[in-house]
């Protein structure tokens, strides 16, 4: 008999609902993004982003349904996000879960965020032909977070829909996450909100004209003391933030930018145009040193921990320079990567249905105390990552 859960996901700005299978096959996922409502402030402001969720989820959850061919009444269970994230937030699709739960009289599954992203990458797997290996080292990395863990399974090396994953944290980000560090380069350069998604397209195309070339990178590698697993991405945001300083010939452009924004205009095309070669340099500088630290410390990682597969997943996973750098490095070292699709990449409530079906089958249920937790570890640091570290962000925010 097919188990059929419908998830729920709102910890930061995307409002989501979806019907997943057997924690395998997805019949339904819907996202409802505030992209447009807290675009002109670039970055998400926790108090609009309640109000949005108060108002799409209802809608969000009959439209997943719908899609589904279902009714309220044909779900087994109910998955919903219960941290790390943004408590107001959080609290509207727990709580809006926790009611359906309890009024059906079905089981509520209580899902950290972090494992709905592990989840995506083999949701992704399922639909093709080769799967991750257990055990994997897995890099989540987005707006919120930049976490590298180890996933293992005490029961299998080729999960199933099924399985337990237990996580070990390897590193994480001691300041920034790289998708905030996009952000706000994007923000200071004038290439509006979100950052990654222009940034990546505007890289593509400098690096084509060749761009790249014509400026040397002004950006070293990041050095750590202690856990050498570990991130950081303030560095290189203030060092652009230097950069543009110091050459004031870029700041005619950077206004014309802004005016474009303002009146609506943020295609990639129109940004393209309104950029001289140096800034697209900067830009392709900056993707390439992230894009560095980020495959070079998780593959790292992968080779001491004896990996069978690399996972990426996180709103940055849908990077086409990052794919392309982790799919060479990890192909020379005969270990595969996997990635979600562009849609699984981002917060999607598929990955947290996914992640509800093996503890509901291992019996690991919520109840009507379920609450928000704003900061909740999916796994406690190993020894490795307990070596002397700066002030490590807490998880708070977004994912
Ligand atoms: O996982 P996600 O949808 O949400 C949260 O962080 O909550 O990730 C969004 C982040 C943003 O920082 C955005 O700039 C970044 O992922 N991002 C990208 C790309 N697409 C989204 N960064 C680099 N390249 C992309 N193509
Ligand atoms: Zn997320």
Avoid at 102 to 116: M, W
Avoid at 155 to 172: C, D, L, M, N, W
């Amino acid at each position: 008999m097919t188990t059929r859960i419908l998830g729920i996901e709102s910890s930061c700005d995307e409002t989501a609902a979806a019907v997943v299978a057997d924690g395998r096959q997805i019949l339904s996922s819907v996202v409802a993004s505030q992209i447009d409502i807290h675009r002109k402030y670039g970055g998400v402001v926790p108090e609009l982003a309640s109000r949005e969720h108060l108002r799409s989820i209802v809608p969000v959850v009959r439209e997943a349904l719908a899609q589904a061919g279902m009714a309220l009444r044909d779900v087994d269970a109910f998955g919903v996000t219960c941290g790390p994230g943004l408590v107001g937030s959080l609290l509207v699709g727990l709580t809006y879960g926790k009611v359906l739960a309890t009024s059906l009289g079905k089981p509520l599954v209580a899902v950290n965020h972090l494992e709905g992203h592990v989840h995506a990458v083999f949701l992704e797997a399922y639909r093709g032909s080769s799967q991750p290996e257990l055990p994997a080292v897995c890099l989540i990395v987005s707006g919120g977070h930049t976490v590298l863990y180890e996933v293992s399974s005490p029961e299998s090396a080729k999960p199933s829909g099924a399985t337990i994953f237990a996580y070990r944290r390897i590193g994480q980000t001691r300041d920034d996450a790289a998708g905030e560090a996009y952000d706000k380069v994007a923000k200071l350069l004038a290439f509006g909100y979100p950052g990654g998604p222009v940034i990546d397209k505007l890289v593509a195309r400098a690096i084509e004209l060749g761009y790249d070339r014509l400026v040397p990178n002004p950006f070293g590698p990041t050095k750590l003391k202690g856990n050498p697993y570990d991130f950081s991405f303030s560095g290189i945001k203030t060092a652009v933030l230097y950069y543009v300083r110091a050459h004031p010939e870029l700041h005619p452009e950077i206004e014309r930018r802004q005016e474009a924004l303002a009146r609506g205009e943020r295609s990639a095309a129109t940004l393209l145009a309104l950029s001289t070669p140096q800034t697209l340099a900067l830009l392709a500088h900056f993707q390439r040193t992230v894009i560095a630290e980020l495959v070079r410390r998780t593959i790292g990682a992968a080779a001491e921990f004896a990996a069978r597969s690399v996972l990426v997943s996180g709103g940055v996973a849908a990077n086409a320079g990052l794919r392309a750098t982790f799919e060479r490095e990890t192909a020379e070292r005969e270990v595969p990567v996997f990635f979600p699709s562009r849609e699984l990449s981002t917060d999607n409530a598929a990955m947290i249905a996914a992640a509800a079906f093996a503890k509901l089958l291992a019996g690991d249920l919520a109840d009507a105390t379920l609450d928000a937790r704003p900061i909740l570890p999916l796994a406690s640091p190993s020894a490795q990552a307990m070596l002397p570290v700066g002030d490590p962000k807490s998880g708070i925010g977004r994912s």
